[in-house]
């Protein structure tokens, strides 16, 4: 039962993974100086996070016990569907492009990220790359950053938890 437990938290934090990542390819592309042709990224972006969604609520049917760790889990999925539906609209204005500084700071805070949720680490804040015209992106990657770090934490196990151990 344990494993099961383990193995569908372990599928959310990769796929979570693989959604921030693809977000940070959606911004670089978004705010390149090059800017290529962007229409495939919003269906990338919108199946990865149906699918993320999919394993999240089999997750919430599998793992009842931990209701904190799972509400963690819960806000990092919603703070990447909201950052992608504000992406998506961002997509749909003009918009100024990023330093190549920029970019790559943006690239450093998404696989930062990526790598906390991933593997369960630890993970302390980073400077978010101010994104000229979008100050509700910042916000959003501010509440995902934090949700992240939050979700990182060392999870509390319940008595029931401790007993199956």
Partial sequence: MKRNRTAKNTEFRKLAAKTLRSQQRFMSLLFSPYSPDIEAEPIELKK???NLKLVFD???GELPQRTENLSHLQQVFLAA???GFLLENAAQKDRLALSPAQLGQLYLFFEMMANAI???WPFA???IPEIPGFPEVEQELAALQETIRMSTREPKLTEQDEAME
């Fill in 58 to 60: 089999t997750a919430r």
């Fill in 48 to 50: 990865m996070h149906t």
């Fill in 125 to 127: 804040e980073h400077v």
């Fill in 81 to 83: 569907e909201q950052l």
């Fill in 118 to 120: 991933e593997g369960n």
